[in-house]
């Protein structure tokens, strides 16, 4: 069973047991951590996709301890200026071991006495059916009657 997360604007794949390293985390060492941004879970071949979140997916974890990223180096050089800056950036990350993914089934199709009748408005033998009624343009009114929008094109006198 694995399912995709997101945290940090980043998507990742986890499976129980599984060591990621993932943006900052306000969550002390040693506690646990709900990830509620399940985007898909496969369940031995049984694939649930989200729309944007699978809704009753969690994955839950325990936060390991808080690092911090390799030093990534920014080279700035304009030639024959002598302008030359180093700028060094290591990101702030936390370290969290999963423990689970939970699902709880969902029924597909909630069934209530009001949902077996079918609607007036679907339904085409009921005499409450919406009627169909052309779209007006304001300007097609007939002659004689006031329209509440402003003809913008100029009177024509004869």
């Known amino acids: 069973m694995y399912a995709v997360l997101e ?3 980043k998507q ?28 898909l879970v496969n369940n031995d071949g049984k694939v649930i996709i989200g729309s944007p979140t699978v809704a009753s997916a969690t994955v839950l974890a325990d936060v390991v301890e808080h690092i911090r990223g390799e030093k990534k180096i920014a080279f700035k050089m304009k ?8 700028i060094g950036h290591r990101q702030e990350l936390t370290v969290v071991k999963i423990k689970e993914i939970r699902t709880e089934p969902s029924p597909l ?4 006495p009001a949902s077996d009748q079918p609607s007036p ?13 052309p779209i007006m343009d304001h300007r097609a009114a007939p ?3 006031q329209s ?11």
Do not use: C, M, N, W
Request: proline share 10%; charged share 25%; glycine share 8%.
């Open 7 to 9: 945290t940090g604007s």
């Open 12 to 39: 990742y794949r986890v499976t129980a047991g599984d060591t990621l390293e993932i943006e900052r985390l306000t969550v002390e060492a040693g506690q646990p951590v709900t990830f509620d941004r399940v985007l």
């Open 79 to 86: 030639r024959r200026k002598g302008y030359h800056k180093t």
């Open 109 to 112: 199709v909630a069934s209530s």
């Open 121 to 133: 408005i679907t339904d085409p033998q009921s005499p409450v059916a919406a009627p169909e009624s």
């Open 143 to 145: 002659i004689g009657t």
């Open 148 to 158: 509440s929008i402003p003809d913008p094109r100029p009177a024509i006198t004869t």
